[in-house]
Structure formats: structure tokens, C-alpha cells
């Protein structure tokens, strides 16, 4: 356990999963998509660096911010999320319909970080 005054980071502890909104399970999503979402989290939470094409930067949404892109059965998953040094923050899951990330999605998620750094 650390004492408070040391805000070294410990060897090989991952950072907590904080999700502002959206589920990550099956069903909607299938076991196999569920599993990726999940590997790609835990990844992020190690401190992994990820990239195309499983993971696109999102500075229209804000610095740190990151797409995931997650190809299922029948739909193709994206969850918009940001690496902060304490925490992964989960700010959307949607089912991606268009080329274009909608700019009512993008406003949101700018309105969740907005409030979640606000706390």
C-alpha cells in the first residue's frame, strides 16, 4: 500500500476502469466483441500505447481521448475513451452507423469530461 505523500507510480499496478456512461456487455455486444473491448481496456489501463487499427486518437474530443474500434457481427462498436495518469475514463459506447463520429456525440463526450473534471 502507499502512503499518500508518495505519488510514485507502483510497478505493474494497473489503473482503475471509470466509466461516465455506457455498458460494455453481452448482449449487445457479442462475447468475442466483449472480450476485445474488455483486452483493449486492460491494455490501456497497463499503460499500453494502442493504434490503427484498433484505436485511433480523438483530439476533437479532447487531449488523451482515444476511439476504440471494435468489428462485431453485424456492427462495428466504438468506444471513446481517455488516458488520464490515474484512470481510464469510459465517456461513450456506441454502435457506429457512419463514417463520421456525429458532432452530437462529439459535444457530448466534451460535456462529460467537462463535468467529470469539474468533480
Known sequence: MRNKKDTSEPANESKPLVILSGEIKSPPFSDEARIEAGMLLRRLQN???LSMPAARPMPSIGSRCLELRIVDQNVTWRIFCRT???AVLVIHVMAKKTEATPKQVIRLCQQR???YDSL
Do not use: P
Open 47 to 49: 499503460g499500453d500505447t
Open 113 to 115: 469530461l467537462a463535468f
Open 84 to 86: 488520464d495518469a490515474d
